[in-house]
Nanobody
C-alpha cells in the first residue's frame, strides 16, 4: 500500500523559512517522479514544484528562486525547502505521485505565514 506522509509545516513569520518532508512507503521510490502541491484557503490546489526520477526540477513562477525541491532516494523522502516566505504562501501543502494510472496524495501539512 502506497503511503505519503508530510511533515514540517507550521507558523512562520514573513521572510522566514520552513522545510517540508514527505516520507514514502509501499513504493520503489527511485522510480517515481514526485510533486508538491498547495491549496490556499478558498482556492484551488496548485502545483508548486516537481522533481523527476533523474533529479530534474520545475517550479511554479510564484516560488522560483525561493523554494527548492529535492529527493533522497535512500530515505525515500522528498523535501521542499521554502525560504523568504510570504503571507500568500499560506496553504495546506500536499505531496503527490502517480504510478500506473493511480494518483497518490499525502494528508497535507499546514503552512501559515503571518506576523
Amino acid at each position: 500500500q502506497v503511503q505519503l506522509v508530510e511533515s514540517g509545516g507550521g507558523l512562520v513569520q514573513p521572510g522566514g523559512s520552513l522545510r517540508l518532508s514527505c516520507a514514502a512507503s509501499g513504493i520503489t521510490f527511485n522510480l517515481y517522479a514526485m510533486r508538491w502541491y498547495r491549496q490556499p484557503p478558498g482556492k484551488q490546489r496548485e502545483l508548486v514544484a516537481a522533481i523527476t526520477t533523474g533529479g530534474n526540477t520545475n517550479y511554479a513562477d510564484s516560488v522560483k528562486g525561493r523554494f527548492t525541491i529535492a529527493r533522497d532516494n535512500a530515505k525515500m523522502t522528498v523535501y521542499l525547502q521554502m525560504n523568504s516566505l510570504k503571507p500568500e504562501d499560506t496553504a495546506v501543502y500536499y505531496c503527490y505521485t502517480r504510478w500506473a494510472g493511480y494518483d497518490y496524495w499525502g494528508q497535507g501539512t499546514q503552512v501559515t505565514v503571518s506576523a
